[in-house]
């Protein structure tokens, strides 16, 4: 199928796109592309009723030439310890916020973030032309030499398609980690959910990306099975995981916003939500099932039930698996109030409950809105959709 790609016709200033990785909240967002070319997934909100288009490369070039500017007028307006007075820069650069406050505002952020990393959006950059993206990271690494870490996100799909030379040169230009929705390494799941990728591919995707000198980063999805396919979800992506060793796994639990097709499945029955428990299960196997990897699990979303599942495999792999285990083990009454207790935000961890007055706060609020272990679940579903 063709797919009609649009490029702009006049330069409308600085763009940011809608999201980023949670890891990547200090980093400077230079928008290439916008939208998702594939906007399929049943379980994908961000993108929907938009549509795909390419930034010219000389106005993603014009965002960064505008980005460059404004920073070098704040960093001599920095202290000696590099401290800026936001307040006092606005006032001090007030004809430059006039030209493009966009920019101004990501430069004055980028700045009190320490200027470290840069993040390619939105959701498949490297989609581009491989010479125009090196293009891009050239002019980023002549403008911004100090960055150390530049990232995006792909689809496996798009980088399997890429020339290894190519994907080599993107890495030399700058690009130096990529993260990909793997979202699981069932081929059953990726269907269902119209991941438009195999289990193959994402591997292959993977390990193109580890020998192209890229850093990898792999989101996975505990609960896109389903209760049918669960086990198989946390089995098979264990496999792909120990296939492709990426140096990071992170997971981020499914939750169905009203927007999705996956709503509407769900509500028709023909997909059946996992409860927490379920979940906590599925990680549990998951994590039994990393075998033979070095790479760091994060859990860095708040979609997640629990924060501190993270450390490196295998070292760090009984402390996971324990986490997990006690979980499981607690009363049904103790686990609805971690349950609530972690989505108001009350605990980050299981050893939080042993803070009488965070419990306290969980046990009123289970008291006032009625949540039992009964009805817990339905209420965790309508706490997640305010995080999505
Ligand atoms: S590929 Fe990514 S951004 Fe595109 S629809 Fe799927 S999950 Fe959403």
């Avoid at 938009?50 to 404004?70: E, N, P």
């Avoid at 996992?274 to 790479?295: Q, R, V, Y």
């Avoid at 924060?307 to 499981?328: A, S």
């Avoid at 809105?369 to 009805?375: K, Q, R, S, Y």
Wanted: charged fraction near 30%.
């Amino acid at each position: 199928m063709s797919r009609k790609r649009k490029t702009d016709e006049s330069y409308q200033g600085f763009e940011q796109g809608p999201i980023r990785p949670p890891s990547e909240a200090y980093s400077l967002l230079i928008r290439v592309t916008r939208s998702c070319p594939w906007n399929r997934c049943t379980f994908c909100p961000v993108y929907k009723g938009s549509r795909f288009s390419i930034r010219s490369v000389d106005h993603v070039k014009g965002d960064i030439d505008s980005v460059h500017g404004y920073i070098e007028v704040i960093k001599q307006m920095a202290d000696e310890s590099g401290r800026i007075l936001r307040s006092e820069v606005r006032k001090g650069i007030e004809d430059y916020e006039k030209l493009d406050p966009k920019a101004f505002n990501a430069a004055l952020n980028w700045f009190a973030g320490g200027m470290n990393s840069v993040f390619i959006q939105d959701a498949d950059s490297l989609i581009i032309k491989p010479s125009n993206l090196v293009e891009i990271l050239i002019h980023l690494k002549k403008h911004f030499p100090w960055v150390e870490r530049v990232t995006s996100y792909a689809r496996s799909h798009t980088i399997v398609r890429i020339k290894d030379p190519d994907l080599k040169a993107i890495r030399d230009a700058g690009l130096n980690r990529i993260h990909i929705g793997l979202e699981s390494g069932s081929d059953k799941v990726l269907k269902m959910v119209k991941k438009g990728v195999t289990k193959e591919t994402h591997v292959k995707a993977g390990l193109k990306v580890k020998k192209a000198g890229m850093e990898l980063s792999e989101y996975i999805m505990p609960g896109l099975g389903g209760r049918e396919y669960s086990k198989i979800h946390a089995l098979e992506t264990a496999d792909a995981l120990n296939r492709i060793n990426p140096e990071f796994i992170r997971l981020r639990t499914l939750a169905i916003p009203n927007s999705v097709e996956l709503f509407d499945d769900w509500e028709a029955g023909g997909f059946e939500k996992c409860t927490d428990l379920m979940m906590a299960k599925e990680i549990l196997l998951l994590i039994e099932s990393l075998n033979g990897i070095t790479s760091v699990l994060k859990s860095d979303h708040i979609l997640n039930l629990f924060e501190n599942v993270e450390g490196t495999l295998p070292r760090d792999k009984e402390r996971m698996l324990e986490i997990l285990r006690t979980f499981l083990a607690m009363e049904p009454e103790r686990q609805c109030l971690y349950q609530v207790g972690r989505r108001l935000g009350f605990f980050s961890s299981l050893s939080d409950m042993e803070s009488p007055h965070r419990l306290a706060k969980a046990e009123k609020t289970c008291q006032q809105l009625g949540i039992t272990p009964d009805n817990v679940d339905e209420v965790i579903d309508e706490l997640m959709k305010r995080f999505i």
